[in-house]
């Protein structure tokens, strides 16, 4: 598909506070493919009002340049289709790392390559981060793939790096795009 189906039926914004009903709803509709790997991001989704207050969380974030969480919004049904955040940013070092959610009627579609892309442009030249990370587990291919259709390499296996819900730590692979 290209660009331009992205560009003419998808836009890239913050979240607003009209957003948390239909926020809350793709949390739930999304919850089997959330719990393994955002289990905080669905935690904090968990009833209407821990979304209403996610939202003003977030927004904060943006106004204090902690974290940058940004719906991937259908524009003509205004549906959200996921959310992609740059998180851990280290001003110091012009680092910040990407985080991403698809809903399960978008995948494989190339929207979140899509979406990475986009924001990537904003973290280079608005941000002016440096170095942009994507943290995957090596069985989570379409996270793998995201990163590799930006340009991310691959650097290394970072050991026990992530541990989900009652489960054992993982091992997890970094991706680096440098500016």
Not at 68 to 73: L, N, V
Not at 115 to 137: C, D, G, M, N, P
Not at 144 to 172: R, Y
Request: charged fraction near 25%; proline fraction near 3%; hydrophobic fraction near 40%.
């Amino acid at each position: 598909m290209e660009k331009d189906w992205y560009t003419e039926n998808f836009m890239i914004d913050p979240l607003i506070p009209a957003d948390a009903n239909q926020l809350y709803q793709f949390m739930v509709d999304n919850t089997d493919r959330l719990k393994y790997y955002l289990p905080v991001t669905l935690a904090n989704n968990a009833t209407l009002e821990k979304t209403i207050a996610y939202i003003a969380t977030k927004n904060k974030e943006i106004e204090e340049k902690i974290n940058f969480t940004f719906a991937i919004r259908n524009r003509i049904t205004n549906e959200i289709a996921g959310l992609i955040i740059i998180k851990k940013i280290d001003w110091a070092n012009k680092q910040g790392e990407f985080a991403n959610c698809i809903g399960l009627h978008e995948e494989g579609k190339g929207l979140t390559s899509y979406a990475v892309k986009e924001r990537i442009t904003f973290a280079f030249s608005e941000l002016e981060l440096k170095t942009l990370q994507i943290i995957a587990h090596k069985s989570n291919l379409g996270s793998v793939k995201v990163a590799k259709n930006n340009g991310f390499i691959w650097q290394k296996t970072m050991v026990n790096e992530f541990t989900p819900t009652n489960q054992a730590p993982l091992d997890m692979e970094l991706y680096e795009l440098t500016r």
